[in-house]
T-cell receptor, first 115, second 112 residues
Framework: ETGVTQTPRHLVMGMTNKKSLKCEQHLGHNAMYWYKQSAKKPLELMFVYNFKEQTENNSVPSRFSPECPNSSHLFLHLHTLQPEDSALYLC??????????????FGPGTRLTVT | AQSVTQLGSHVSVSEGALVLLRCNYSSSVPPYLFWYVQYPNQGLQLLLKYTTGATLVKGINGFEAEFKKSETSFHLTKPSAHMSDAAEYFCAVITGFQKLVFGTGTRLLVSP
């Protein structure tokens, strides 16, 4: 595997379900991110982890719970979601150094539909 | 606060024509600027970036962008569009604390 991978690629869940999204980066980076991409809206940064520590929570509802057990893996645990949470969830990683210009590498995303 | 504005949610060109996608930025410090492309059902892929130095930046797939401080612009161009260029393009600026702020995106449509 290379780059940033995300599983599953598609997920349909009911509002009472609990599910998790998984992201793995194979680039040796130390920062990982969750973004939400909804139709006709700019990309929204949700969470940032740096060296496994959460450094940003962009006022995300508590029904989204991130977990970063190590610098290579990032999870997004979902429970009691709402239909408006249906979106493409993108994971990204970067090397947190000025020399790298902080460019972020994205995974293919998980298309989530909440019914 | 740093931000970017992309003019035009949709741009249509014919195959072989010039592609011009516009991006203006707002930043109180020298900006790091990026262009990303997103093909259907895929994540974002970095096309090119500007940090410091040469203001004309060349990227992948024949795209380039010019940083113009006087105009606070970072427009993306390609001399000759190809059908495979049809995608959504996002301009972004890095803020403090490694946050990327994206524009709303421009969908490029290429007709034969």
């Amino acid at each position: 595997e290379t780059g940033v991978t995300q599983t599953p690629r598609h997920l349909v869940m009911g509002m009472t379900n609990k599910k998790s999204l998984k992201c793995e980066q194979h680039l040796g980076h130390n920062a990982m991110y969750w973004y939400k991409q909804s139709a006709k809206k700019p990309l929204e940064l949700m969470f940032v982890y740096n060296f496994k520590e959460q450094t940003e929570n962009n006022s995300v509802p508590s029904r989204f719970s991130p977990e970063c057990p190590n610098s290579s893996h990032l999870f997004l645990h979902l429970h009691t979601l709402q239909p408006e949470d249906s979106a493409l969830y993108l994971c990204a990683s970067s090397q947190d150094r000025a020399e790298s210009s902080y460019e972020q590498y994205f995974g293919p995303g998980t298309r989530l539909t909440v019914t | 606060a740093q931000s970017v504005t992309q003019l035009g949610s949709h741009v249509s060109v014919s195959e072989g024509a010039l592609v011009l996608l516009r991006c203006n930025y707002s930043s109180s410090v020298p900006p790091y600027l990026f262009w990303y492309v997103q093909y259907p059902n895929q994540g974002l892929q970095l096309l090119l970036k500007y940090t410091t130095g040469a203001t004309l930046v060349k990227g992948i797939n024949g795209f380039e962008a010019e940083f113009k401080k006087s105009e606070t612009s970072f427009h993306l161009t390609k001399p000759s569009a190809h059908m495979s260029d049809a995608a959504e393009y996002f301009c972004a600026v890095i803020t403090g604390f490694q946050k990327l702020v994206f524009g709303t995106g421009t969908r490029l449509l290429v007709s034969p």
